[in-house]
């Protein structure tokens, strides 16, 4: 299985070393240039593309960690050339884009993981787990807190520019809105606020969004980009008419002393949420795309009675 990364930003590295924990091959890395690419492409020995579109040929799947406005395009194209796909989330900047992705796979009968990584994370597998067994009842309500610094790039900050990146709401807190939807289901409303819509020239900013589901559940989901490099936190209160589960990502820590520095830091250009497993969330999330891809071969060879190669699913 040859697999291709487009972006090589915290992200890509963090999907490479995942990949690298497969038997699947890394067969090269695309970037805005050569030289973004060059230090993955010499850790990993494989090549640099100067673009997805030369990567294409010589790829099963490709795996885009690619600033979130440059999603659509580039899934529409690897749909296009029948490759499978990993996509760092938000899957695009707009819905009708996002949609149009879906729809472009699955005309294409193309394999499509959207990285929502919190899944993979084992105290939110734990409490779904124990939702979906009844063990806390009916939801009621739900509150999911992110917090972390803004995001830094060296040049170029995307992540900042609301029109390429959607801003706390969209980049941070797409997260939770993914995890509440898994444990209470689809959403009928959503109300929302956040500190940039009022003061966009503020040097933090902080969301709120609160969802009203079909269920009856109500998820408050708070994010804010607000604390000081490398700080990041994660906190659960999920009610039922049964029971409550609590998560703090804080329970275990000592004092912190949550000071602003002035300089530079050495903290990643964006916050990641730590996990006391052996094994990243993010492993073992490419992990489970690389099995679906093989299942998918077993199956097609399980009905035809014949040996299917990778390459003819796509």
Known sequence: MKV?????GFMGTTHAAGWADTPAQIVGFAAETQLEAGKLAEQYKTKVYPNIDAMLPDVDVVDI???THLHHEMILKAAAAGKHIVCEKP??????????????????????????????FPEYALAQSAIANGQIGKLAVIRLHRGS????????NWFLDEAKSGGILMDLMIHDYDYARWIAGEVESVL????????PNAPVDYGLVILSHKSGALSHIAG???YPPPTFRTHIEIAGDRGLIEFDSDSTAPIQNLILK???SDAPDVGLPASPVSESPYTTQIKEFYTALKDEAAIQSAQSGQPVQLQSLI
């Open 4 to 8: 291709g990364i487009v972006g090589v």
């Open 65 to 67: 960690c690619s600033p």
């Open 91 to 120: 899957l695009a900047r707009t819905t009708q884009e996002a949609w149009e992705t879906v729809n472009a796979c699955r005309k294409a009968n193309v394999l499509l993981l959207v990285a929502h990584v919190v899944r993979y």
């Open 149 to 156: 610094y803004r995001p830094k790039k060296p040049a170029g």
């Open 192 to 199: 929302a606020q956040c500190v940039s819509k009022h003061h």
């Open 224 to 226: 804010s980009w607000a």
């Open 262 to 264: 002035s300089g530079e």
